[in-house]
């Protein structure tokens, strides 16, 4: 029996009983979205820029989360831990979004395995927030990622509010899909997600394989996970006016690269999750294939070290200069997303080899802006991706196997046009506004009055 259900039905999946996306609306309108969200990013703020440290696609994701459920009349305050001194108390984010800092630890130097035992200063922190209102100020609290979790079932307990928490990521998922010397997740995270997928009133997964992946490694309760798709910004993420062929000459022309090259393209944190090394390894075995290739291709990666990256952060700079490609590889620190979109359509292809990830919001954005995907076959890739019309879907983190699949871009050009195309239609169906209706929806159904369904 298929465990597929179209997250726009509002049912259950037959097998697992996980939410097929929100519930739909109540017809008697019981279930009325909240006035106020408390937002918990504890590790990370969605002021800082993604691409590096621990800053990534869960900042986009809280920061266009929160616009979006704004202009839907939800206000949302983000609570974040302090990383300087000086920082203003709270930081008008946009219209209806605030996000306040929290003091908790020191401002520089903590290192994401040393959060946890911040946690107990950052409630308190927000708790002094909270106490400084009127009872019933917030009507729910939404934790992304599982530091942020564990504050959030103390304070959804201490404050009598529901809480919707948000994986990004997982533990056990993570470590089954490890690269060779990378660290794995330790023990405590993996028990303090368990406590966490308990406590939750909704979780909200970013496709249905991350729904199945909660059910089999943490026992969620399949009737209190609800499937909602990221979006992408299709106001900024989109293909040039002129066309894919003429918007990629005039990006190639703003950034400086050869009009006629080859270009595949790196973009996220340098980490052995993302492997950043798969892909030099398949451009070092694609020249010495083809040497003549040389002469036309360029690789950008865009992005700083993060993680298991720190230790060693030009690692993969010396990876390129042993493997003989450092003359066409080109390192640039992490772009804002204005520069970012000058990136992926210059770029005649973005290559994606993560080991893991939970739904890939850079393979959206490149396709939203008409360039196609060589994507690992993992998390929510498969999802973000279609195999064969907007890019490549491929299975596992062999280098060859990523040479072959560049191999077939950098023969026929047309071939990066043709698919960019078909990769802007697709990208359009993960609109913000799509996302954040239906996660206003899973906050309604988890307002609703006791006893109502």
């Known amino acids: 029996m298929s465990r597929h259900v179209s997250a726009a039905d509002g049912g259950r999946d037959p097998v697992s009983g996980v939410l097929a996306g929100p519930p739909r609306p109540r017809p008697d309108g019981a ?64 219209p209806g979004v605030l996000v306040r800092h929290v003091d908790a630890g020191p401002y520089e130097g903590l290192a994401r395995e040393d959060l946890p035992a911040q946690l107990c200063a950052f409630t308190h922190g927000v708790m002094q927030a909270w106490a400084a209102h009127r009872p019933g100020h917030y009507d729910l609290l939404h934790s992304h990622y599982w530091l942020s979790g564990h504050v959030g079932r103390l304070l959804a307990r201490r404050w009598g509010v529901p809480l919707v ?32 997928v308990a406590a ?63 270009i595949p ?67 640039r620190p992490p772009a804002r997303r204005e520069q970012l979109v000058d990136w992926y359509r210059a770029s005649s292809v973005l290559v994606m080899p993560s080991r893991s990830e939970s ?3 850079v393979a959206v954005e490149a396709q939203a ?15 973000a991706v279609r195999d064969g019309r907007s890019g490549l879907l491929v299975p596992g983190h062999d280098p060859a196997d990523y040479a072959r699949a560049l191999r077939g871009f950098a023969d026929d050009q047309v071939l990066s046009v043709r698919m960019g195309e078909a990769a802007a239609r697709h990208a359009r169906s993960f609109g913000w506004d799509a996302a ?11 307002c609703a009055p006791l006893g109502e369904p």
């Open 265 to 331: 393209l790196f973009v996220g944190r340098i980490q052995l999750l993302k492997a950043p090394d798969v892909l030099l390894l398949a451009v070092a075995r694609l020249l010495t294939e083809r040497p003549w290739l040389r002469d036309r291709i360029t690789v950008p990666v865009v992005g700083g070290p993060s993680g298991s990256g720190l230790a060693e952060p030009e690692s993969l700079q010396k990876l390129a200069a042993r493997l003989g490609i450092g003359d066409v590889v080109r390192f």
């Open 359 to 361: 739904f890939g919001l």
């Open 200 to 262: 939750a009133d909704r979780l909200i997964a970013n496709t249905r394989k991350e729904a199945e992946e909660l059910l089999r490694h943490y026992d969620a309760d399949g009737g209190r996970v609800a499937v909602v798709h990221p979006g992408v910004d299709l106001a900024r993420f989109r293909p040039d006016p002129s066309g894919v062929a003429a918007g990629r000459a005039a990006s190639r022309a703003r950034l400086g690269l050869p009009q006629d090259a080859f």
């Open 436 to 446: 954040a209706t239906a996660t206003a929806e899973v906050y309604a159904a988890v």
């Open 31 to 94: 279930a009325r979205h909240p006035r106020r969200v408390a937002m918990l990013s504890v590790h990370t703020s969605p002021l800082h820029q993604p691409g590096t440290g621990d800053a990534g696609g869960m900042n986009v994701y809280i920061v266009d989360l929160a616009q979006r459920l704004a202009a839907l009349g939800i206000e949302v305050e983000v609570f974040t831990r302090a990383t300087a001194g000086g920082l203003p108390p709270s930081v008008r984010l946009a």
């Open 165 to 196: 928490h948000a994986m990004h990521t997982m533990a056990k998922v993570k470590n089954a899909n490890l690269a060779d010397g990378d660290t794995p997740e330790p023990a405590a995270r993996v028990i303090g997600e368990t406590q966490v």
């Open 369 to 383: 802006c008409g360039t196609p995907v060589i994507a690992a076959e993992v998390g929510g890739l498969p999802v």
